[in-house]
């Protein structure tokens, strides 16, 4: 895992002992066992080929990164598996959050196979999840996205202070509130605001900025071309389905 500036700048390397990389896809923050205490979430959910049929979620405390240390490779001992299963065929999944105050997780299917008519389905846990022990997901809801390459959803972020949930696809970043006292599924099952987003080759991220007034995506590796980090500021162009 490897921490960042927003300007780029290398900020450490933190190898996750006892980790197996399948295919990490999505990082979330969220809370764990000790109250307080930020934890780092690894999406290692990513099934191109739909041959998995079973994913995972990698859990550690969150390290200290500052700007005056000179960045290093650090090990991180302590990793906490979780090991997930769909109440249904397997999919490939991208885009993972977890919910800050339940410690839910959330996935949602990239359908490469335009299965789902132009709908993205998610699925959670139910309730905080225990790791070391295989945990069934549940159906949540379907989002409404369009059919299409551009509407694939290749990643998510979910913020607290300012509550609200990003989705990017291919395409286009889509943003909900979350007002206080509604459920994270009733958000998400109203529509989203269109947010402008820079157009990348494989735009897999997407990451609120520490202020929550806007928030950076950048592209996997492409062709050996160095990816730049975007900022987006947090403007509605348009509200989905008006």
């Known amino acids: 895992v490897y ?12 190898n996750l002992a006892g980790a197996t990389l399948t295919d990490w896809e999505d990082i979330s923050f969220g809370p764990g066992p000790v109250p307080g205490t930020d934890y780092i979430y690894v999406a290692d959910t990513g099934n191109n080929n739909v041959t998995r049929t079973s994913v995972r979620v990698y859990r550690f405390e969150e390290p200290m990164v500052t700007w005056e240390v ?7 001992l302590s990793i906490e598996t979780f090991t997930l299963t769909y109440p249904g065929a397997p999919f490939d999944c991208e ?5 800050p105050f339940t410690g839910e997780f959330y996935l949602f299917k990239k359908d490469t196979r335009q299965e789902d008519g132009g709908y993205c389905r998610v699925y959670r846990t139910n309730g905080a999840p225990v790791p070391g022990s295989a945990i069934s997901l549940v159906h949540a809801l379907d989002i409404w996205l369009g059919t299409g390459l551009d509407n694939f959803v290749t990643a998510a972020d979910i913020a607290v202070d300012a509550p609200g949930v990003l989705l990017r696809t291919y395409g286009y970043a889509y943003y909900w509130d979350w007002p206080a006292g509604t459920g994270l599924e009733s958000a998400l099952g109203g529509p989203p605001c269109l947010l402008p987003v820079a157009s990348e080759v494989q735009g897999e991220s997407i990451a609120f900025a520490p202020d929550w007034q806007g928030f950076h995506t950048t592209s996997e590796w492409y062709r050996d071309a160095p990816q730049p980090i ?13």
């Open 3 to 14: 921490a960042l500036g927003e300007d780029g700048r290398d900020l450490g390397r933190f």
């Open 70 to 76: 000179a960045p290093g490779d650090e090990t991180v």
């Open 95 to 99: 885009a993972f959050l977890v919910q």
């Open 230 to 242: 975007y900022f987006h500021p947090r403007v509605p162009e348009e509200a989905e389905g008006d």
